[in-house]
C-alpha cells in the first residue's frame, strides 16, 4: 500500500526508496492527512528531525508512470 500511495502521486519516472518509523515515537509537530480523497489517514507529514535510530530503510522499487493512450 505504501508503494502505492507514493507512485500513485507522481507524474514521474524514478526509483522510490520505502522508509519506515512505528507511529507512537513520531517527534513533535506531526499531522495526518488523506491524500487520495478517501478521507482515510493515507500520510504522516512530520516536521520535526527524526532521529536515525527510529528509521528503517525497507526497500528501492522502480516506478514507471502509465501513460494513457490518446
Known sequence: MAW???AALSEEDGEW???MMW???V???WE??????SHKPTEYRV???IPKRNIWYVGTRKHKV???KR
Not at 32 to 37: C, E, K, N
Open 66 to 68: 502509465k501513460r494513457r
Open 47 to 49: 516536521y520535526d528531525r
Open 32 to 37: 495526518i492527512l488523506s491524500t487520495d480523497g
Open 4 to 6: 502505492g500511495l507514493s
Open 23 to 25: 507511529s507512537h515515537v
Open 17 to 19: 526508496d520505502l522508509w
Open 27 to 29: 517527534p513533535k509537530g
